[in-house]
């Protein structure tokens, strides 16, 4: 069981202080013995891998990779690991293009395309540092865990030309990023039960009301991405502190009509 990484407070106060201390922070984590362990085993056995084959064997450092892009929930699904490390990314048709979570895209492009040996390992243990961060702050802010991740995932949404409609579906098929974005367009978690096609059309709604716009490369501009991740969190303390719903049921009551 890895330490959490305690703010003292979650929600918008907390990702205050986080966005003033996260830089000291994940140079503490580089330090931290556990972390250097996995990115020790990384580094020196990522160039001995000649196949899908010999890394979904490696436990560990399977478990490294998958870490990295924020998967290792997968950890157990070896097969599936292995057909997505197996595709081709030029093959529009190949396996992981056709999944809407794109993580599996990174995560194979990366694998199959990470340059030198010493260029791979550098990416791949800089992406475990950062998702273990995450992680660890996480474990004591949930909420906080999202709102960095989400800072990141949108960022992929930058110079991207397919359709809105398009990345849309991607947003929806990202688990995480899915949840930050129900939560600062305000929809409900019962949205998932709709048809695919209304969930994208009310996930577009929401965002053409909240923020202006339907473009995701737009929300990936930073003060746009500020705006959804604060949207987020003051949202969530409402949804989560049954005193914060009385509050905000008592003031609504008192506002202008």
């Known amino acids: 069981m890895t330490p959490a990484i305690n703010l003292g ?40 891998v000649r196949s899908p084959e010999a890394l979904v064997k490696d436990y560990r450092l399977l478990s490294g ?7 290792e929930n997968d950890i157990s699904n070896k097969a599936f690991i292995r057909k997505i490390l197996e595709s081709d990314p030029a093959d529009q ?15 194979a492009q990366t694998i199959g395309t990470g340059g030198t040996p010493a260029e791979l390992a550098d990416r791949l243990t800089e992406a475990f540092v950062t998702r273990e961060h995450e ?5 004591a ?25 398009t990345l849309w579906y991607e947003v929806m098929g990202n688990p995480p990023l899915r949840k930050l974005m129900e ?8 949205l998932g039960k709709l048809p695919v096609e209304r969930q994208n059309q009310e996930f577009m709604a929401a965002a053409q009301r909240t923020f202006g716009t339907t473009s995701l490369a737009a929300l990936a501009e930073p003060a746009q991405t500020e705006r959804v991740i604060q949207n987020y ?10 005193v914060a719903n009385r509050y905000s049921a008592a003031m609504s009551l008192l506002a202008p009509r």
């Not at 979650?10 to 556990?34: N, V």
């Open 93 to 107: 048709k190949a396996l992981v293009n056709r999944l809407s979570d794109k993580r599996y895209l990174r995560m």
């Open 233 to 242: 969190l003051a949202r969530s303390q409402l949804t989560e502190s049954p």
């Open 65 to 71: 990779v998958l870490s990295a892009f924020g998967l």
């Open 141 to 165: 802010h949930e909420e906080l865990r999202l709102a960095m991740n989400g800072r990141r995932e949108l960022q992929q949404f930058a110079g991207r030309t397919a359709t809105d409609r």
């Open 9 to 48: 407070l979650g929600g918008l106060p907390g990702w205050k202080i986080l966005q003033r201390t996260e830089a000291r922070q994940i140079e503490a984590l580089r330090k931290d013995s556990i972390v250097q362990r996995s990115t020790t085993y990384l580094r020196e056995n990522i160039d001995k």
């Open 135 to 139: 992680r660890r702050v996480g474990g």
């Open 183 to 190: 939560g600062a367009l305000g929809l409900s978690r019962s």
